[in-house]
Nanobody
Framework: QVQLVESGGGLVQTGGSLRLSCAVS????????MGWFRQAPGKDREFVAR????????FYADSVKGRFTISRDNAKNTVSLQMNNLKPEDTAIYYC????????????WGQGTQVTVSS
């Protein structure tokens, strides 16, 4: 069974940086996308970034492009999200998720980690 555990959230000032990590266990294939999503209070969950575990190719939401970087560490079985130049509108609960490429929606989710950016 796939399990995802996020860490690294916290409180940071505008313009600061945070690095989120997602520990992945139970993954049996490299043909997966690992994604980061976020949900702000009163808003729908939105896509932030994804990485193809096998090829390392990445894709970002326009709102974070140039500020956030997603990466994976095969040896540690983790996916990270480096967030720079944070803005108050980045405040949200951040979730990592996994989906099999070509297998439908993201169907494995972590519990989330809170990121708060103060102005």
């Amino acid at each position: 069974q796939v399990q995802l555990v996020e860490s690294g959230g916290g409180l940071v000032q505008t313009g600061g940086s945070l690095r989120l990590s997602c520990a992945v266990s139970g993954r049996t294939s490299s043909s997966v996308y690992m994604g980061w999503f976020r949900q702000a209070p009163g808003k729908d969950r939105e896509f932030v970034a994804r990485i193809n575990w096998s090829t390392g190719s990445t894709f970002y939401a326009d709102s974070v492009k140039g500020r956030f970087t997603i990466s994976r560490d095969n040896a540690k079985n983790t996916v990270s999200l480096q967030m720079n130049n944070l803005k108050p509108e980045d405040t949200a609960i951040y979730y990592c998720a996994l989906k099999v490429i070509g297998g439908g929606p993201y169907n494995y989710w972590g519990q989330g980690t809170q990121v708060t950016v103060s102005s």
